[in-house]
Nanobody, 120 residues
């Protein structure tokens, strides 16, 4: 059974940092792309970043480029999202997702999410 568990969310002031983790189990981790998504209150879910399975290359939403960094530790079956210079508009529930076919908006397996709140 594929399981993804996010952690590391919390409350932070604007300009602060958080590091999210996505712990995976139940599948061959290094064969899967892992994406980070977020959903702000009253808004649709949006893709934030993704790290590919093939070459470890990364994708970032324009608004987080230069502030967020995603990385993966295949030995620990974990993906991280380092978020720096946080802004109130980064507030939302952050989800990680996995897909054998690569990055995309509709990935196969999802975690339960972790809340990030950035105060102004």
């Amino acid at each position: 059974e594929v399981q993804l568990v996010e952690s590391g969310g919390g409350f932070v002031q604007a300009g602060g940092s958080l590091r999210l983790s996505c712990a995976a189990s139940g599948f061959t981790f290094d064969e899967y792309a892992i994406g980070w998504f977020r959903q702000a209150p009253g808004k649709e879910r949006e893709g934030v970043s993704c790290i590919r399975n093939s070459d470890g290359s990364t994708y970032y939403k324009d608004s987080v480029k230069g502030r967020f960094t995603t990385s993966r530790d295949n030995a620990r079956n974990t993906v991280f999202l380092q978020m720096n210079s946080l802004k109130p508009e980064d507030t939302g529930v952050y989800y990680c997702a996995a897909d054998l076919m690569g990055c995309g908006d509709d990935m196969d397996s999802w975690g339960q999410g972790t809340m990030v709140t950035v105060s102004s």
